[in-house]
């Protein structure tokens, strides 16, 4: 049940890390800064910290299935 939990907020972390850096990559690499979407959000670089965050929860729930008993 503990490795279901941490892959949901593995995924949700993923989700996350796409909408908030994935996407905008480009126009970020662009600007060498920030970006400013349609929708007037302002998405930058530090999206990337979703990334390992969903990295981190992912790793926890290998090792909750898989590892040492």
Known sequence: MRAIILALL???FSFIFY???????DCIAASQS?????DGSNVTG????WAAI???F???AFI?????R
């Open 54 to 56: 969903a990295f981190g």
């Open 10 to 12: 593995a995924a949700l």
């Open 64 to 68: 909750a299935q898989f590892g040492r």
């Open 34 to 38: 920030s970006c400013l979407t349609p």
């Open 19 to 25: 909408t908030r850096y994935w996407i905008w990559r």
């Open 46 to 49: 530090g999206g990337m910290v």
């Open 58 to 60: 992912l790793a926890a």
